[in-house]
């Protein structure tokens, strides 16, 4: 069976690193607790062109904390699946080439081969996918897993995944 893995917010605590960024540069302790239920930017929407601009940011990408027991996890599920890390990466300047260190690091045991860095998941076909995105899930024709983020815990409709423990109790 083939799975496709997202990476940001689902191996890769993208949202975590808006957060730290921005406390850090504006002394401030906004709290994942405080954004549930939507973007970072939503809590501070005078700075949704400051937090935007991240993307940016040489490093960002690069400097990702991996989620929790992703790593465990993952080097389990590629003994049982074909897993295929898809990651919409051609969107901001440095995500290819940093998405791509990143795995090479946090990820070594997915073989490059097994990385889809794209524009648009629409292509994807295969048996899974694993995306903290609804819009992402509405077009895969096989089974759509939505990996809970704080931006998605109000989104309904999509079988879920609070957690990588809970991804190996209900894949491994």
Same mark, same amino acid.
């Given at each position: 069976?083939?799975? @496709? /893995?997202?990476?940001?917010? /689902?191996?890769?605590?993208?949202?975590?690193?808006?957060?730290?960024? @921005?406390?850090?540069?504006?002394?401030? $302790?906004?709290?994942?607790?405080?954004?549930? +239920? +939507?973007?970072?930017?939503?809590?501070?929407?005078?700075?949704?062109?400051?937090?935007?601009?991240?993307?940016?940011?040489?490093?960002?990408?690069?400097?990702?904390?991996?989620?929790?027991?992703?790593?465990? /996890?993952?080097?389990?599920? /590629?003994?049982?699946?074909?897993? &295929?890390?898809?990651? $919409?990466?051609?969107? &901001?300047?440095?995500?290819?080439?940093?998405?791509?260190?990143?795995?090479?690091?946090?990820?070594?045991?997915?073989?490059?081969?097994?990385?889809?860095?794209?524009?648009?998941?629409?292509?994807?076909?295969?048996?899974?996918?694993?995306?903290?995105?609804?819009?992402?899930?509405?077009?895969?024709?096989?089974?759509?897993?939505? &990996?809970?983020?704080?931006?998605?815990?109000?989104?309904?409709? &999509?079988?879920?995944?609070?957690?990588?423990?809970?991804? $190996?109790?209900?894949?491994?």
């Amino acid at each position: 069976m083939t799975l @496709f /893995v997202d990476m940001d917010e /689902v191996i890769a605590d993208t949202y975590g690193a808006h957060i730290e960024r @921005f406390n850090a540069r504006h002394g401030t $302790a906004l709290s994942r607790e405080q954004c549930m +239920g +939507g973007e970072v930017w939503q809590q501070v929407p005078e700075y949704r062109q400051t937090i935007w601009n991240h993307y940016y940011e040489p490093g960002f990408f690069r400097e990702l904390n991996p989620i929790a027991h992703s790593q465990e /996890v993952l080097r389990e599920l /590629v003994e049982k699946y074909e897993v &295929f890390i898809a990651s $919409a990466a051609m969107q &901001f300047p440095n995500s290819l080439k940093e998405k791509h260190e990143w795995l090479d690091e946090h990820f070594p045991f997915i073989h490059w081969r097994n990385r889809i860095l794209c524009g648009d998941k629409h292509i994807l076909r295969g048996d899974i996918l694993i995306d903290d995105r609804s819009h992402n899930l509405e077009t895969f024709q096989g089974r759509s897993i939505l &990996f809970t983020s704080p931006h998605n815990i109000h989104t309904t409709g &999509f079988e879920r995944l609070d957690n990588w423990q809970d991804a $190996a109790d209900r894949l491994l």
